[in-house]
């Protein structure tokens, strides 16, 4: 046995696959985080391992300035290509069963490909396992959005687990992989005083904002499954919501990145503020779709949302009454993920806590000051943090974090099947109001808008 892990990746001629995940190897090779692995690339695009690495060498060579192709080559080096069709398991069982899987420490099978195939894809893994001795530990990976609804959701987690153990199973969002979305914990954990003033009596809302520069581009038959509301709410922002709405548990001062009671109690603190998540009247409920949406997938009479607002609020004592506004859309007006929460004030200008995650890794506290010579009038002020003003160097990609997690095995940036099932939860009751109340879904100008427009609109 060589003592390399093995990925196996669905998906590999993907987007994902090609923008991030391809790419997020190549820096960890670069910067010496990883070095024993192999990849086993499947997908269906290209015939043979010379045009999938030309393609690979082109694309990287577009994204990343002063590519350095000695560390390519020993990425490729380390990657196998097979074109291989789920729909035809076959040959591609055939192939995966003389490949010496048992020669490698441990199997980490990831699914970067559509959610429609997942099962398939799964039922698969569970064909090539009965090749693989019980002593060589698997995982499995797997990209949001996990099922489409709570009952699919609980389906595939029964196929999961007849592949692995929970703890072996690790849900994929992205968005818990950036650095800047960690450091709401620290935030919260490590600044008392913010912790507290996150509550109903300093609070008047809160906006969670992911707002999105392009359509859907070549991703139209994904989206026409998924729509903002599985393919952002389910995830990304209950996510954020709950990061930010939990209640941050004691620190651990012996170890705090490692210390796994801290995990484990963040995890639960985190589900009990999505059980407690209450949905508001349809009325509050906004859907859109970008002009261009329907000419773009070729479907006329599509009815899929691109863009959806509502406020959302947390039946506990800290957060009674206070809305967690959602918001999130493509084609709008700006690249920009952020979270903002709005104190309550004594003057028209409101004191504001701005936590932006993308394109810029920032915290804004915005505060009134005296204005020089002008007795007491004031105006308001940023109080700012930026990451890399402050440590000089850019954060890893979330990809890169999450890659060096799976192989290592540590949980602590993923969701977890409770917290995913929850928020399934969540999102069927969503569907069910929007479809009992007939909340249409209303065109908007590509490239207009920018998100915080619609928070005031039919509010
Ligand atoms: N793209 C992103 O930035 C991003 C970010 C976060 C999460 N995700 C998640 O990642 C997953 C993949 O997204 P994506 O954007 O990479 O989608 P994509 O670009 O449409 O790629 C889908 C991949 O699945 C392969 N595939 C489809 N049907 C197949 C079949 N029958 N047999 C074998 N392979 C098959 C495709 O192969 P061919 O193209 O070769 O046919 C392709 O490699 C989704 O769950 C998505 O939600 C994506």
Not at 11 to 16: D, E, F, K, S
Not at 418 to 436: A, G, P
């Amino acid at each position: 046995m060589n003592n390399e892990k093995l990925f196996i990746f669905f998906g590999a001629t993907g987007n994902l696959f090609t923008e991030k995940i391809f790419p997020a190897f190549y820096h960890l090779i670069r910067r010496g985080k990883i070095d024993n692995f192999h990849i086993l690339a499947i997908g269906r695009r290209f015939r043979d391992e010379q045009s999938y690495q030309s393609f690979l060498r082109q694309s990287l060579s577009n994204k990343i300035p002063n590519l350095d192709y000695s560390v390519l080559d020993r990425l490729f080096q380390k990657t196998d290509y097979y074109q291989g069709d789920v729909d035809d398991p076959q040959p591609l069982m055939s192939f995966l069963t003389e490949y010496h899987l048992i020669s490698y420490q441990e199997v980490l099978f990831y699914l970067s490909t559509l959610p429609s195939i997942y099962t398939r894809v799964l039922r698969l893994i569970e064909r090539i396992n009965e090749h693989i001795p019980s002593n060589i530990p698997k995982k499995v990976i797997i990209e949001k959005p996990f099922g489409f609804d709570k009952k699919s959701f609980i389906y595939l987690n029964q196929l999961f687990s007849r592949l692995a153990p929970e703890r072996n199973i690790f849900y994929v969002d992205h968005y818990l992989g950036k650095d800047t979305v960690q450091n709401i914990i620290v935030l919260k954990a490590e600044n008392w005083f913010i912790e507290n003033l996150l509550s109903a009596g300093y609070v008047k809302e809160i906006h969670i904002v992911v707002s999105e520069k392009e359509g859907v581009g070549s991703r139209g038959q994904f989206y026409e499954e998924t729509g903002a509301i599985r393919d952002i709410f389910q995830n990304h922002l209950l996510q954020l919501l709950s990061l930010v709405a939990m209640d941050i548990p004691p620190l651990c001062q012996e170890d705090k990145i490692e210390c796994s009671s801290f995990l484990n109690s963040m995890q639960q603190k985190k589900i009990e503020v999505i059980q407690n998540l209450k949905l508001p009247s349809a009325k509050q409920v906004f859907l859109g779709q970008y002009q261009s949406y329907a000419q773009e997938i070729s479907n006329p009479f599509s009815k899929t949302e691109t863009f959806i607002r509502l406020p959302l609020y947390i039946s506990s004592k800290r957060w009674s009454g206070v809305p967690f506004w959602i918001i999130t859309g493509k084609k709008l007006a700006q690249k920009i993920s952020y979270i903002e929460i709005v104190f309550h004030s004594t003057t028209s200008n409101e004191n504001r806590l701005i936590i932006e995650i993308q394109p810029e890794e920032k915290i804004d506290l915005v505060i009134q000051v005296k204005i020089p010579g002008m007795g007491l009038s004031s105006s308001p002020v940023h109080l700012n943090f930026n990451s890399l003003g402050t440590f000089g160097i850019n954060s890893p990609e979330a990809y890169e974090n999450i890659l060096i997690d799976c192989y290592r095995g540590d949980k602590t940036l993923f969701s977890n099947s409770q917290f995913i099932l929850h928020s399934w939860e969540i999102v069927d009751k969503l569907k069910e109001l929007i479809c009992k109340e007939q909340v249409q879904v209303e065109k908007y100008a590509d490239n207009y808008y920018h998100a915080e427009e619609f928070i005031n609109l039919k509010k």
